[in-house]
């Protein structure tokens, strides 16, 4: 049995298969369809358009064959795409949010044992069950929030076998939750506290583990999709993140990149250069950085999450947008900088903070954060052939009201892979994830 989907106040962010991601001005504009149905058949979207095209092709039987949801006033959205999360992560950080209201800065806290190290230490002791038990718990509150697909990144291990766990509990989500998942190993996130002080012989014997032990058994398991460095003041350089890199590439891990959150550290330049799909945060960018993305590959990716909670300059959206750039956001969930992977909030950063237009805003969240992961072909819009990952809103009077009301609930109904997961008329006990908490 199939899904219909019946009476849509508006079916958004529909497009056909030729799109992979939306540019510059492209990015204001938002496909949708009024009065709308939208017909899902295994796992797939088989079917949309309006309610009146609806019963002029297709009789009583089509509807006798599906399960039928009535949206009157509701709207229907594509899933979020989250491209870039640290979710499986071991307990919080609370403390150095404290610390953070004391006036201390990122950098200060991570000089003192803070930051990832402090995740290290705790995720070092914590167990691979243990560990997969506190990330699902994640992994069910984003796709109540209305997220289909995530990227998560490894790199709160330091070790190799810390790291190796890390990535598999990645696997075991991808193996077990309805979510799509893509891997990242990101063993390159911070140097050990056990290598010493941050001098550079220390620095490139840390390298040189990610580079020689890592990184092989990495991908001979098959643990993860991308490679990622932080290339940024304090963490590793140009020459440091391109060896890693280029090792990767050698062992078919395309990159993907943190760079400019702190400085200008020509972490998107090295990211273009070595062909990655996307290169996040920008906190710090300017002419130099748009004209090396012109014409590129390479998706950038901005975190406004993470940078209103440091209290970080806001990524220059609105100058990349109308340099003709595509534009991608993420929640860059992870226990430090950005403790929330609440997609609707990020649309909401991304019009409040970024300038951004509601249309771009969810174009960026939809589309273009598909491209950043690799997903756009089968994520990201209402296409027919596309996985059917979508969610149906609470009665609202438009699609501007989802970053309007940054801080309601306005998801109702979450259906992943054509399967309803959250079907408010479902008794708890029978859902196919449990409601947030």
Same mark, same amino acid.
């Given at each position: ?10 079916? !958004? ?7 992979? %991601? +939306? ?27 309006? @309610? ?5 092709? =297709? ?30 992560? /071991? ?15 990122? #950098? ?33 509150? *984003? *796709? ?23 990535? %598999? !509990? ?6 077990? /939750? ?16 056990? =290598? ?14 990610? $580079? ?25 350089? *140009?020459?440091?993140? #391109? ?5 990767? +590439? ?25 062909? /990655? ?6 906190? %710090? ?34 100058? @990349? *947008?109308?340099?003709?750039?595509? !534009? ?18 990020? @649309?909401?950063?991304?019009?409040? %903070? +970024?300038? @951004? ?9 939809? $589309?273009?954060?598909? =491209? ?9 819009? $209402? ?20 970053? =309007? ?5 306005? $998801? ?26």
């Amino acid at each position: 049995m199939g899904l219909l989907i019946k009476n849509i106040k508006y079916l !958004v962010r529909t497009g056909d298969n030729t799109r992979q %991601r +939306l540019y510059g001005s492209e990015m204001a504009k938002l496909d949708t369809i009024s009065d709308a149905f939208l017909l899902i058949k295994e796992g797939k979207i088989l079917d949309y358009g309006t @309610m009146k095209e609806f019963n002029d092709t =297709y009789n009583q039987s089509i509807k006798d064959q599906n399960k039928v949801i009535d949206a009157t006033g509701r709207l229907v959205f594509p899933s979020f795409c989250d491209s870039h999360t640290h979710l499986v992560y /071991a307990g919080s950080r609370e403390g150095e949010f404290t610390d953070k209201i004391r006036g201390l800065s990122y #950098e200060d806290i991570a000089k003192r044992g803070g930051g990832i190290l402090n995740s290290a230490g705790l995720l070092r002791k914590t167990s691979e069950d243990e560990l997969f038990i506190q990330s699902m718990v994640r992994i069910n509150e *984003i *796709i109540c929030f209305g997220t289909g697909a995530v990227e998560i990144k490894s790199g709160y291990g330091l070790t190799t076998a810390d790291e190796l766990k890390m990535l %598999r !509990v990645i696997r075991r989500i991808r193996e077990t /939750a309805p979510i799509e998942v893509k891997a990242t190993f990101m063993g390159a996130h911070a140097v050990p506290e056990e =290598y010493g002080s941050n001098v550079l012989k220390n620095v490139l014997k840390y390298v040189d583990l990610v $580079i020689n032990e890592m990184i092989p058994i990495v991908a001979s398991e098959k643990l993860a999709d991308y490679i990622d460095v932080f290339c940024d003041k304090g963490f590793f350089t *140009i020459e440091q993140t #391109e060896r890693i890199l280029a090792a990767g +590439l050698e062992h078919g891990l395309r990159a993907k990149i943190h760079a400019n959150e702190l400085d200008y550290s020509g972490g998107v330049q090295a990211g273009v250069k070595f062909g /990655a799909l996307s290169v996040d945060h920008l906190e %710090r960018s300017g002419e130099a950085e748009i004209e090396a993305l012109r014409g590129t590959d390479t998706m950038p990716t901005l975190l406004p999450g993470s940078a209103f909670f440091l209290g970080l300059p806001d990524p220059p959206a609105r100058k @990349m *947008i109308d340099a003709g750039l595509a !534009v991608a956001m993420a929640s860059d969930y992870n226990p430090g900088s950005s403790p929330s992977g609440n997609m609707k909030l990020v @649309m909401s950063l991304g019009c409040i %903070r +970024l300038k @951004m237009l509601p249309e771009e805003a969810i174009n960026a969240v939809t $589309i273009n954060s598909a =491209y950043a992961m690799g997903l756009s072909e089968t994520h990201g819009s $209402i296409t027919r052939g596309k996985v059917a990952n979508v969610f149906i809103t609470k009665q609202i009077p438009s699609y501007e009201f989802m970053p =309007y009301a940054f801080g309601s609930n306005l $998801i109702e109904t979450v259906i992943l892979k054509g399967n309803i997961i959250n079907d408010p008329s479902t008794p708890p006990d029978q859902r196919s994830t449990p409601q947030p908490p």
